[in-house]
């Protein structure tokens, strides 16, 4: 399995700010995700993060709010832009893994509170 | 649309025996998983099932059947610390995860 952290791993924001998460992993991957995790909620996933190509977004998730960079194999960021109240949420990055890359292992998550 | 639907809550007694069900209805398949998430942390991987059938890991056992849409997740001899949410996740067509809501599980003494 694929050990993964994330910095920071909780912060408290102004609103109109931006925030970057940083998800760093132990071995090459081919697959990272970006998810957020609303309190009590499941997990909707944000964007998956190409390698040397631009992030793929879910419907509701546009690349202005919330750029992703890929620059190698074992990093990306998200960037949480112009944030406000509604973003506070646990933000999760994931690595696909595995012999058949169908296991999925995630970070410990970065916990952003927007004030 | 796609739609997975599991339990939002169970109770069950240590050393006792529980299953969560999942059932579901997604543009393609491409796999079944479930997951354990304690409160505050991360998911952590539990099985993969893409075939019908039992998969046995230890105290936890993954069933399948897709022509039913249906999974369960058995955990046996349970001990206080099973106490987490599991969440059933497809891999649809585009071998992207759709997520269940989750099942929180309370274990009592």
């Known amino acids: 399995s694929a050990v993964i952290s994330q910095k920071p791993s909780r912060d408290i924001c102004q609103r109109g700010t931006s925030l970057t998460i940083q998800c760093q992993v132990d071995?090459?991957?081919?697959?990272m995700f970006w998810y957020r995790q609303q309190p009590g909620q499941s997990l909707t996933l944000i964007a998956t993060a190409n390698q040397g190509s631009e992030a793929t977004y879910e419907s509701g998730f546009v690349i202005d709010k919330f750029p992703i960079s890929r620059p190698n194999l074992t990093f990306s960021t998200l960037t949480v832009s112009n944030m406000s109240p509604e973003d506070s949420s646990i933000y999760l990055c994931?690595?696909?893994?595995?012999?058949?890359?169908?296991?999925?292992?995630f970070g410990p998550g970065t916990r952003l509170t927007v004030t | 649309g796609q739609n997975i639907d599991q339990p939002t809550e169970m109770t069950a007694t240590e050393g006792a025996i529980v299953q969560i069900n999942c059932t579901y209805q997604t543009s393609g398949f491409n796999g079944l998983f479930w997951y354990q998430q304690h409160a505050g942390e991360a998911p952590k991987f539990l099985s993969y099932?893409?075939l019908d059938g039992l998969e046995e890991k230890g105290r936890f056992s993954s069933f399948l059947s897709r022509s039913k849409g249906y999974s369960y997740l058995l955990l046996k001899e349970l001990q206080m610390k099973d106490s987490a949410s599991y969440l059933c996740?497809?891999?649809?067509?585009?071998?992207?995860?759709?997520w269940g809501a989750g099942t929180k599980l309370i274990i009592k003494p």
């Open positions: 071995s090459q991957v081919t697959m």
């Open positions: 994931s690595v696909g893994s595995g012999q058949d890359l169908y296991e999925q292992y």
């Open positions: 099932n893409v």
């Open positions: 996740a497809i891999m649809d067509s585009n071998y992207q995860l759709i």
